[in-house]
């Protein structure tokens, strides 16, 4: 994807903000400018779906930890190694259960997200 200049340093900003301040960033500028990320995101998906007729598989998957398990430790790796997180961030997924970790994900990066996570102890959905 090509960057308008305009952008490139916004964009490299937000390239460099962990995953926690990034979810900060989209609460404040949902309530600045009193408009909600999700209903942009739920709008796309059922243009295209409506005309297919529903029947087209799902492409994009939201990755929720429902539980941290009784190896929270290696929760807490396997989430630092795959989200690049620090070991706060990191922890802080695994005491705010549930919780999604990772959003429009395709199916195979969430499967093996998935496996890891679940490999380590974690109770894992897909949405």
Do not use: W, Y
């Amino acid at each position: 994807m090509e960057i308008p200049s305009k952008f490139k340093d916004i964009v490299e900003k937000i390239e460099s903000m962990s995953v926690m301040d990034l979810s900060e960033l989209v609460k404040l500028l949902e309530e600045k400018f009193g408009v909600s990320a999700q209903a942009v995101a739920m709008m796309a998906p059922v243009a295209g779906g409506a005309a297919a007729g529903g029947a087209e598989e799902k492409s994009s998957f939201n990755i929720e930890l429902k539980e941290a398990g009784a190896q929270k430790i290696q929760v807490i790796k396997v989430l630092r190694e795959a989200l690049g997180l620090g070991l706060k961030e990191a922890k802080d997924f695994t005491d705010k259960t549930p919780v999604v970790v990772k959003e429009g994900v395709d199916k195979k990066a969430a499967d093996e997200l998935k496996a890891k996570l679940e490999a380590a102890g974690a109770v894992v959905n897909l949405k």
